[in-house]
């Protein structure tokens, strides 16, 4: 029996995280020197509580328990006994840098998506009444085809990237100004995301003009001071309305569909170029495509496929065709529907913020006009999160790449570049309040994120070292020519929209300038080699190992967990994997570098003199889901234990970016055992 007559292997229900508390034991340090460690658990508030043995949850059994005399009042004993043995002398072990796990679906994929590109039927059909009235159908018919053939090219583009793409890695493949320039069209396209999806949501929820407009950017800066924290569900709320929005589109086409007879649509102006520059004022329909070539890298790889030779062509094909489907023809239905309205056009136009609850109220009920603005409201708001986490991804990796000030890679204690977000905060609220209206947010929408799409699929079309075939190189090339002719337009005929991107390029290219002529670059400190040991055999184990003869310990820095893990490693023997999680709140995956990381760099210094006698392998990841990379690496190494420091989190912390234990532990494989200490 052990502690509070708890027998050994017993179990006690855990009332925060349905875990199972496996009291093995607790050691306390003794209170006089020569005595032995007390075996009896002291009270939780204890501060001489040492080791804490985390036991599984409640449907699998304990695999071992420990077998010394008197229980794991012994432990210290063994491992001072175990220590006097003769070290195990080891080859000198690499330092291995992961990326974070490719854990993304291509269902979770297309959730993801549809939480930006599916909101843009929100505001694409009202803006077009605004501008043609009720002879705005052809117009938003080729939209709705316009859209079609970009996802058709964004299919091909995300299988050239399995590892991560965007406007900013495919336009890396000619020059890193031309990539500059690309990720600085996407930045604007993000800062006018952000601001005009912010709005039109809070137009959705009944507001109007300059409450609107207020609410509007109270929200940005709350949106901002959450993203602060590094939420874990980031973008989650997107994923959960994904389905209610589709349902809500279906009820709304099946609605309409008795008032077909009173379709009276009008037929378009004979003048082509009124025609045309009504329709370049439409295109926004093309919004939040270039996500999906973002995101490639942390989706599955495909069944045929591995690391060394990465795929998504399923996965990403399946997320832009489902999507784009929806988004096609969910927006020519409601196209034709809208030219159904039994109202004028002018009262029509007075909807053009939120005519989806408009159409709600005259075909369904008065009611249901509030679930639609409800649910496309809410789905408004998570673009505007989507985007804003999309602004510090691009920030971050373009300083990363050394394109923008190191400052930019700053992070705060959860992980966030505080640089970045500020920027992505402030910038948009700035554009906002200039900008004031929805039609003058999307006049300056276009022109970013059809230059983006320019440069992301023209890069492909003419690199000739992505694997295209000469028929997608020609269709991609025909999509550039008549997307160019889109965006000159646009340039042309919307002078503070091309005002707007000349300064976004400007500043982006001068900030560029500075760092790379005046920033110099910071060397990587040598770090000295380790010592060459001699093999030596391995010699018998007398008995079984405590907890395994693969242990993972997770540490970012000299934790009492690491003292731990090096503690059983050296009395019995194991193999010991040290990770390094530096943990980056944003979603673009990337290889990071120890030796830049300070924190890293000590603490593997530091074990190179304390553990070389050990067989110790160290690991360093970037990653925004520490706890997934620390299941996938203690699946992918096949270990028997994992160890962890316990969580002092404040409880709001834990609450918007979980608890990194308990995600671990209801996670884990049921082979691996997790000992927490703390």
């Known amino acids: 029996m052990l502690g509070h007559g708890l027998p050994v292997g017993d179990r006690q229900p855990s009332p925060k995280a349905g875990l199972a508390l496996n009291w093995i034991g607790v050691c306390q340090p003794p209170a006089r020197p020569g005595d032995r ?64 796990p490719r854990n993304v679906g291509w269902v979770r994929a297309a959730a993801l998506l549809y939480g930006d590109w599916g909101t843009s039927k929100a505001y694409v059909i009202g803006l077009g009444l605004f501008l043609m009235g009720y002879a705005a159908l052809p117009h938003l018919l080729a939209v709705c085809a316009i859209t079609a053939l970009v996802g058709v090219n964004y299919i091909w583009v995300c299988r050239c990237f399995a590892t991560g793409g965007g406007v900013y890695t495919a336009a890396g493949l000619h020059t890193r100004r031309l990539a500059v320039i690309g990720g600085l069209l996407l930045l604007a396209d993000y800062i006018v995301t952000a601001s005009l999806s912010c709005l039109d949501a809070f137009y959705y929820f009944g507001l109007e003009g300059a409450q609107a407009k207020k609410w509007a950017i109270a929200a940005l800066f709350a949106i901002g001071a959450a993203n602060y924290l590094g939420p874990k569900h980031t973008g989650s709320l997107a994923i959960w309305l994904a389905a209610p929005a589709v349902l809500v589109v279906l009820i709304l086409i099946i609605g309409g569909l008795p008032h077909l007879g009173n379709f009276h649509p009008q037929p378009p102006p004979p003048n082509l170029l009124h ?13 939040g495509v270039e996500a999906a070539a973002s995101n490639t890298g942390v989706m599955r790889l495909d069944p045929d496929a591995t690391p060394d030779r990465p795929s998504v062509r399923i996965t990403s094909g399946r997320a832009v065709l489902s999507v784009m489907v929806e988004v096609v023809l969910g927006t020519a239905l409601l196209s034709v529907l809208a030219m159904c309205l039994p109202v004028p056009a002018h009262e029509a136009q007075q909807h053009k913020e939120d005519l989806l609850r408009f159409m709600g109220q005259v075909y369904i009920a008065p009611q249901f006009g509030w679930v639609v603005a409800v649910v496309f409201g809410l789905l408004l708001l998570s673009a505007v999160n989507t985007a804003m986490c999309g602004m510090v991804s691009l920030l971050y990796v373009m300083a990363r790449d050394q394109e923008l000030p190191e400052q930019f890679t700053h992070l705060n204690r959860f992980g966030v570049p505080w640089a970045p977000l500020i920027a992505a905060t402030v910038i948009p609220v700035i554009v906002l309040d200039l900008a004031e209206s929805v039609e003058n947010l999307a ?26 075939s000469p028929r997608k190189r020609w269709v991609m090339k025909g999509t550039v020519a008549l997307l160019g002719l889109i965006w000159i337009t646009i340039a042309l005929t919307k002078p503070y929209a091309l005002l707007f991107v000349c ?25 000295a080699a380790e010592p060459a040991q001699a093999q030596a055999t391995e010699p018998e184990r007398e008995h079984p190992p405590f907890l395994g003869e693969k242990l993972l310990v997770a540490a970012r820095g000299w934790t009492p967990a690491l003292q731990f893990a090096l503690d059983q490693a050296r009395a019995r023997n194991s193999m010991l994997l040290v990770l390094f999680v530096r943990e980056v709140a944003v979603s673009t995956p990337m290889q990071g570098d120890w030796q830049k990381d300070p924190d890293a760099r000590r603490l593997f210094t530091r ?16 990653s925004n889901a520490p706890a997934e990379t620390i299941t996938d690496l203690a699946a992918t190494f096949g270990v028997d234990t994992v160890i962890l420091g316990g969580s002092k989190r404040a409880k709001l912390v834990n609450l918007l970016k979980g608890n990194v234990v308990t995600q671990v532990a209801s996670s884990l494989p049921d082979t691996i055992r997790l000992v927490v200490v703390g």
């Open 607 to 622: 074990l190179q003199r304390e553990a070389a006698n050990l067989n110790v392998h160290k690991l360093y990841s970037i």
């Open 37 to 100: 460690c007390q075996t009896d658990p002291p009270a939780k508030e204890s501060p001489h509580a040492r080791y804490l043995i985390l036991g599984l949850p409640r449907h699998r059994q304990p695999a071992v328990a420990w077998s010394c005399p008197q229980a794991l009042g012994g432990l210290m004993d063994c491992l001072v006994k175990a220590a006097a043995a003769p070290p195990r002398p080891t080859a000198a072990a690499e330092i291995s840098t992961v990326g974070r």
């Open 503 to 527: 300064v976004v390029l400007a500043a982006g290219l001068a900030v560029r300038e500075y760092a790379r002529r005046f920033q110099p670059a910071v060397p990587a400190p040598a770090v």
């Open 275 to 287: 025609n045309w520059i009504a329709f370049t004022g439409m295109i926004l329909a093309l919004s």
């Open 443 to 468: 006049s300056l929408y276009a022109i970013g994120v059809v230059g983006a799409i320019v440069l992301d699929v023209g890069s492909c079309a003419f690199a000739a070292q992505l694997p295209l």
